[in-house]
C-alpha cells in the first residue's frame, strides 16, 4: 500500500471521478461591537455542572438460611454496566449473611 499519497489521490481513492464542488462562499464577516459593557458572573450564579452518569442496576434476590424455608426478598444496587457483574456482585454481598441465595430479577435503571 502506497504510504504517500498525495490528497488528491486520497480523494480519487475515496469518491472516485465524482468531482468535489468548492466550498460555497460566503459573505465577509463583519465583526460586531456589542453597545454593552461585559458583567462579570457573580459567585452564586454560576451555573452547577451536571453529575456524572453513574449506571445502575437493581438486582432482586431471594435469600434463606433454611433450604426450602421462609425467603426474605433483598434488592442490591450495583453501579456497572455489566448485568452479570451486577448478578455476581449482588449473590456475592448476599452470601456473607445468608446460606442459600437465588437471583429473581436483574433490571437497569
Not at 5 to 11: F, V
Not at 20 to 46: M, N, Q, R
Request: hydrophobic share 40%; net charge negative; no cysteine.
Amino acid at each position: 500500500m502506497n504510504e504517500e499519497w498525495t490528497e488528491e489521490e486520497m480523494r480519487q481513492a475515496l469518491f472516485g471521478n465524482a468531482e468535489i464542488s468548492a466550498p460555497v462562499s460566503t459573505a465577509p464577516v463583519e465583526e460586531i461591537k456589542p453597545d454593552v459593557a461585559a458583567v462579570p458572573v457573580s459567585k452564586g450564579a454560576k451555573k452547577k455542572a451536571p453529575k456524572a452518569f453513574n449506571p445502575r442496576i437493581l438486582v432482586t434476590l431471594l435469600v434463606s438460611n433454611e433450604f426450602e424455608g421462609r425467603t426474605l426478598e433483598i434488592v442490591h444496587e450495583a453501579d456497572t454496566l455489566s448485568t452479570l457483574l451486577a448478578e455476581q456482585e449482588a449473590t456475592r454481598a448476599a452470601r456473607k449473611k445468608f446460606r442459600y441465595v437465588e437471583v429473581v430479577s436483574v433490571k437497569s435503571m
